[in-house]
Structures are given as C-alpha cells and as structure tokens.
Nanobody, 126 residues
C-alpha cells in the first residue's frame, strides 16, 4: 500500500517554469523506481521521465530532454519534476507513479508501475 500525492501544478506562460512534487507514503520508498507520466485531453497517457531507486540514473522522453529534470530525495520520500522552457504542448495532467517491483516491463511502460497519484494539472498558455 503506497499513497502518492502530487502538488505544484498550475497555469504558466510559454517559456516559464514550474516545479512538481510527489510525496509518497510507505517505509520502502528507496526501493521504488519513480516515474512521471502525462495525459492531454483526448490523448493517450505518455511517459515523461523516470528515476532509479538511488537517483543515480534518469530517463526522459525526447520531447522534454534538456527542459525537464527528474530528481528524488529518499530521506523525504519525495520525487520532483522541474519543468523549464515550457511549451503549450506540455499542457496535460501530470501523474506520479511508483514501480515497487522492477519487474517484467520497462521504465517507460504504464504496466510497470504499481501505484499512481491523483494527477495535477499543468496548463501552458501562449
């Protein structure tokens, strides 16, 4: 049983920045690979970024490389997504997810993650 609570979403102008946080419950946070996904209206959920258990390895979808940074603080049971140089096409609901078992599916697959946050809306205006 893991609960994830996201915060930090909002409205920002194109070119601006926004930072998201995801606070996790549980006593084994450092054992989870953590990921961020997003879903725009009428579109499929899309992988955004993931970070390894220790924080030593990160992964990004091509469209956000160089603009977004995922990080984690295991002492605080928190994962972050810093978003810079935002574009209107970044507008979506952003979800935090926890992979507790590091199983069959890869880090960019929805199927690999066991717990999901409620989502937080990010809107980028032009």
């Amino acid at each position: 049983q893991v609960q994830l609570v996201e915060s930090g979403g909002g409205l920002v102008q194109a070119g601006g920045s926004l930072g998201l946080s995801c606070a996790a419950s549980g006593r084994t946070f450092s054992s989870y690979r953590m990921g961020w996904f997003r879903q725009a209206p009428g579109k499929e959920r899309e992988f955004v970024a993931a970070v390894s258990r220790s924080g030593g390895r990160t992964y990004y979808t091509d469209s956000v490389k160089g603009r977004f940074t995922i990080s984690r603080d295991n002492a605080k049971n928190t994962v972050y997504l810093q978003m810079n140089s935002l574009k209107p096409e970044d507008t979506a609901v952003y979800y935090c997810a926890a992979d507790t078992s590091l199983g069959l599916n890869p880090y960019y697959s929805d199927y690999e993650y066991d717990y999901w946050g409620q989502g937080t809306q990010v809107t980028v205006s032009s």
